[in-house]
Every structure is written in C-alpha cells, then in structure tokens.
C-alpha cells in the first residue's frame, strides 16, 4: 500500500510503501527527516492510496501526514549516519595527530639543527680565537728570541771591542783569562814554546792567536802611529768576524763567543 507523508521539516511530500496498520519510521528523502509514522488499514475496495495517522503529537492535513522531527538513534539509517559522522571525526583527528607529529618532529630537528649550528659556529670561533692566540703566542715568542739574539750579539760586540782595546794598549789580559771556555783555553795555553829546561807548572796565554799583529807593539815598547779600526759582524750561530783596518791594510779574525752566567765566553777561534 501506497502512502503520501509530508515532511514537517521541509514539506516535502513522498510516498511508503508499507502494510496498513504498521507504525514506522519515514524518512524524508529531500533533508533525511526522519519521522514516526502510524499507517492506517485501508478498505482493499477503496482507492490504493491511503492517509497515514500520527501517534499523539502528530497531525494529519488534507490526508497527508506531517510528524514532529525526531534525533532518535534507533533507525540503521541514523546510525550509518553517526558512524559516518564519527568515522570522519576520527579520520580528521588522526590526520591531526599525524600531521602535528610531522610538524612536531619537523621543529624538533629544526632545533637540533640549529643547536648543531650554534655548537659548531661556537667552536669554530674558537678553533679561531684559539688559531689567533697560538699565532700571536708564536709571534711574542719570536719576537723575544730575536730581541734576545740581538742582545746577546750587542753583548758580544761590545766585549770584543773592550778587549781589543785592552790589547791595543797593551793592556793587562790577564783579566780575561775567566771568559775563555775550556777548550780555548787549552788551545791558546798549550800553543806557547816554553823552554825545555823550564820548571813552571803556569801556564801563560797567547793572545797573539787572538789578536792581529797591526797596532802591536814594537820592540822598544811602542805601537805604530797609524791608528787600528776595528769593525765587528756577526754572520752565523755564535761566531764573529772581526776585520782591523791600518794604513790601507787589513786584518782578520774569527771569534766564536756567547753570553753566559753573565759574562762573555770565546770558545773557538779560527
């Protein structure tokens, strides 16, 4: 049997097809309004389209039914509808959670990322500072060995022109007997002739291995009257030339001599 209901929702009219008598549920096929309707018998002499009554809170209008909208979750349909409904629901907080933990994750490597910069920015700098400071250090260094050199060759030079001096003017060279090292003062004790008959146990120093033989004194005592120039170079490690200048003539010698314990020490000669 043939039924028209109205939606009350919308007011749309559509057709059931149920068994008179029944109470069902219809549902609007315009908005998906679901209603409770009552079908009534009809005669089977009568005409094949019947009127639908209401349970109480329902109304019927010009033989069609129109029924207060119902939410009630009993109707499958209904429910596909909420499954659906809470399916998507699902779906989007899944999708959420899936997309907050790749941004999550994304930030967290970002952070880490940046920290790793940071850390290596920092100790790069540093690797830089560190690189200034040796070269610095290094620099400070060579700098005062090389002051060091210079006052260690101004020292000698100056204790090679003091000793000529002394030797010019025929000096007492005694007093440099402590600045030879061991070596030299063996070379210079044992170079003199002593007489075969001689009972000295002293040994005596021959400066002359040192010295040139312009500006020496003569026989009766006295020196040439063109005066001595005397210039002194250091050319390696701790050796010295030392060049006498005289009337157009020259003379050389080759000293090695050194700083030490506060006094200047001649070990070689040449």
């Given amino acids: 049997m043939d039924y028209k209901i109205t939606c009350r929702n919308c007011g749309q009219v559509y057709r059931l097809t149920a068994e008179g008598g ?25 005409p094949q389209t019947g009127k639908a009554s209401v349970n109480p ?56 990322n940046d920290e790793q910069e940071r850390i290596e920015l920092k100790q790069a700098r540093q690797a830089h500072m560190d690189s ?28 090679l022109n003091n000793f000529y001096d002394v030797w010019f003017a025929d000096g007492d060279m005694s007093q440099f007997d402590n600045n ?5 003062y063996e070379r210079l004790s044992t170079s003199l002739d002593e007489p075969e008959d001689s009972t000295s146990t002293d040994n005596e120093i021959d400066w002359d291995l040192l010295c040139p ?19 002194i170079n250091h050319y390696e490690d701790n050796w010295y030339r030392i060049r006498f200048s005289s009337d157009g003539r020259s003379e050389f010698r080759q000293i090695e001599a050194f700083p030490q314990n506060g006094k200047v020490i001649i070990n070689d000669y040449r």
């Fill in 22 to 46: 029944q109470t069902v549920w219809a549902k609007c096929p315009n908005c998906g309004q679901k209603m409770r309707v009552s079908l009534p018998i009809v005669n089977s002499n009568s």
């Fill in 57 to 112: 809170g329902q109304a019927v209008n010009n033989g069609y039914t129109s029924g207060t909208p119902t939410n009630d979750g009993g109707n499958p349909d209904n429910n596909k509808k909420g499954k659906s409904h809470t399916t998507n629901i699902l779906l989007a907080l899944i999708l959420g959670i899936l997309v907050g933990g790749i941004g999550w994750y994304a930030w967290q490597q970002k952070q880490k």
């Fill in 132 to 159: 200034l400071m040796a070269l610095r250090n290094q620099q400070n260094a060579e700098e005062a060995a090389a002051q060091k050199a210079e006052q260690d060759r101004q020292e000698v030079t100056d204790f």
């Fill in 180 to 184: 030879l090292s061991e070596q030299c």
């Fill in 213 to 231: 033989q312009m500006g020496k004194a003569s026989h009766n005592g006295h020196h040439s009257a063109s005066p001595v120039s005397i210039s």
